[in-house]
């Protein structure tokens, strides 16, 4: 099975409100950039990743949890984070009963992850300064 298909077999499971959030959610992720891949990780979690970890998510409980990897050092203009907030590095969204994705600014946090993704590949990505030819020998 697919990472895709075990996400869907997931949310199709899940037979309360948090399958349709569950569902909205994986939607507005997915429509925010054709170049995202859907994996299953950490024994049946559903992660989104584009050059790197943009977010997990999980249905707990009375509620549907998104955590950004980098939600510390993402602009979040739509004060969508609610959950993780005294974290220095992850940051996520509770969806409780009753609440309504914010598909357009889910959407653009999702882009900014992913920008944020690609600025640190770029900072980590090796520079001809620091490849140094070997020192010949003098005899």
Request: aromatic residues 8%.
């Amino acid at each position: 099975m697919t990472p895709s298909e075990q996400i869907d077999a997931l949310i199709a499971g899940i037979a309360d409100w948090r399958g349709a959030t569950f569902a909205a959610v994986r939607k507005a992720i997915l429509e925010a950039d054709k170049e995202i891949v859907e994996e299953w990780k950490w024994m049946g979690s559903p992660v989104w990743s584009r050059d790197g970890i943009i977010a997990v998510a999980d249905a707990h409980k009375g509620k549907v949890k998104l955590t950004f990897q980098y939600g510390a050092s993402l602009p979040d203009p739509d004060q969508l984070f609610n959950a993780g907030l005294d974290g220095n590095q992850r940051r996520a969204i509770d969806f409780f009963e009753g609440d309504k994705v914010n598909a357009r600014a889910l959407k653009a946090l999702i882009r900014a992850a992913i920008e944020f993704n690609q600025l640190k590949k770029t900072k980590k990505a090796p520079t001809a300064a620091r490849k140094k030819a070997p020192a010949s020998k003098s005899a």
